[in-house]
């Protein structure tokens, strides 16, 4: 009986593979313009083009999808520690 392969957790680093390393080479080297002209190759919208500048640019997503208020909530209500 064979088992069913686990998943690594989220976030976690992948393994450096020879294919891997070539890629981040060439990301690396990539200008903004360049990356652009390869992401909207493979077939990706406007919209996703525009997601990633913000992503590059170092905007907070989001804090900008759930608004302010969401912040502001989740910052004033600490954790409390569950009674057993």
Avoid: C, N, Y
Avoid at 20 to 34: D, G, Y
Avoid at 42 to 48: F, S
Avoid at 58 to 74: H, N, P, T, Y
């Amino acid at each position: 009986m064979m088992r069913k392969p686990q998943k690594p957790p989220e976030g976690a680093r992948m393994k450096d593979t020879p294919d891997m390393v070539a890629w981040r080479k060439e990301f690396e080297s990539m200008k903004p313009e360049e990356h652009l002209a390869k992401m909207k190759e493979l077939g990706l919208d406007e919209d996703d083009l525009e997601e990633f500048k913000e992503i590059q640019s170092g905007k907070d997503l989001e804090s900008e999808l759930l608004g302010d208020g969401a912040e502001s909530s989740q910052k004033a209500s600490p954790k409390k520690k569950a009674k057993k």
